[in-house]
């Protein structure tokens, strides 16, 4: 465990409980993130990334503990409560529309409007150039249609909407898990840019040795459980291979011993 900090976690979850039937999905789960930090969530499928990704956005209720955002307590969010607390997640389907452009999607659900009811098509146009600018994203055509994009752009326009939404707690999904090298370099550098910003990134990833590229915080759950929590540097992908290893041959003596 972390000895100390130096600061304030913007997002806490503590002892946080949830089943589905008589399945725990979490069981007395701890987690911590920071502004200005990556913070990598590292487990086996199955061990309840999804869950705890899906508490904070608002769209599952836990059954116990407490949920911290910005020093703030909430018993749970809903997903309202989450995106005005600046939460913003993406997934791996992105949840993009295919048959719009860059600013189709980037002011999805939000357009901007000129004289009260027509689509201010320039403006978003405008807007969303100078967004990829700023987030040094490359599309050289923005105006086709997101399905003739590559999975890096769509990618990175997914976290350009992120971002555009006003988010500083960005949560990823695998972000990179059908991207090739190119592609892949290119958004965690994306990452590391945000970082610097001040962002909170919460990057859920079985890509160990990317996580140790980007990652500041590395949070361990295995089997619903939380395991350890430490700074990435602390640390190794061998290192943590052995504690992920341990862990799995203590859970299983414990099935043992019932």
Same mark, same amino acid.
């Given at each position: 465990?972390?000895?100390?900090?130096?600061?304030?976690?913007?997002?806490?979850? #503590?002892?946080?409980?949830?089943?589905?039937?008589?399945?725990?999905?979490?069981?007395?789960?701890?987690?911590?993130?920071?502004?200005?930090?990556?913070?990598?969530?590292?487990?086996?499928?199955?061990?309840?990334?999804?869950?705890?990704?899906?508490?904070?956005?608002?769209?599952?209720?836990?059954?116990?503990?407490?949920?911290?955002?910005?020093?703030?307590?909430?018993?749970?969010?809903?997903?309202?409560?989450? $995106? #005005?607390?600046?939460?913003?997640?993406?997934?791996?389907?992105?949840?993009?529309?295919?048959?719009?452009?860059?600013?189709?999607? $980037?002011?999805?659900?939000?357009?901007?409007?000129?004289?009260?009811?027509?689509?201010?098509?320039?403006?978003?146009?405008?807007?969303?150039?100078?967004?990829?600018?700023?987030?040094? $994203?490359?599309i050289p055509d923005i105006t086709q249609p997101v399905e003739r994009m590559s999975g890096g752009q769509r990618q990175a326009l997914a976290i350009a909407r992120a971002v555009y939404a006003g988010g500083d707690i960005l949560i990823f999904d695998e972000p990179t898990s059908a991207m090739g090298v190119?592609?892949?370099?290119?958004?965690?550098?994306?990452?590391?840019?945000?970082?610097?910003?001040?962002?909170?990134?919460?990057?859920?990833?079985?890509?160990?040795?990317?996580?140790?590229?980007?990652?500041?915080?590395?949070?361990?759950?295995?089997?619903?459980?939380?395991?350890?929590?430490?700074?990435?540097?602390?640390?190794?992908?061998?290192?943590?291979?052995?504690? $992920?290893?341990? #862990?799995?041959?203590?859970?299983?003596?414990?099935?043992?011993?019932?």
């Open positions: 465990m972390l000895s100390a900090k130096t600061k304030e976690p913007i997002v806490e979850m #503590k002892n946080v409980k949830k089943a589905f039937g008589y399945i725990q999905a979490l069981e007395d789960m701890n987690f911590s993130a920071y502004a200005g930090e990556v913070t990598a969530i590292v487990g086996d499928n199955g061990s309840g990334k999804s869950t705890l990704i899906k508490i904070l956005t608002g769209c599952l209720k836990p059954d116990e503990g407490e949920v911290w955002i910005k020093g703030r307590y909430f018993s749970s969010l809903t997903v309202k409560q989450s $995106i #005005k607390e600046g939460i913003t997640a993406v997934y791996q389907d992105l949840a993009l529309d295919n048959c719009k452009d860059c600013a189709g999607n $980037i002011f999805l659900g939000r357009e901007l409007v000129k004289h009260g009811i027509f689509l201010d098509h320039e403006r978003m146009r405008r807007s969303t150039e100078e967004l990829l600018l700023r987030l040094h $994203i490359s190119k592609e892949t370099s290119r958004i965690l550098k994306l990452f590391l840019e945000l970082k610097a910003e001040g962002k909170s990134i919460i990057l859920n990833s079985h890509n160990l040795f990317q996580v140790f590229d980007i990652s500041d915080r590395i949070c361990v759950i295995h089997n619903g459980r939380f395991v350890d929590s430490f700074l990435t540097k602390d640390s190794s992908p061998q290192k943590l291979h052995e504690l $992920i290893v341990e #862990k799995e041959e203590e859970l299983s003596d414990e099935t043992m011993a019932k």
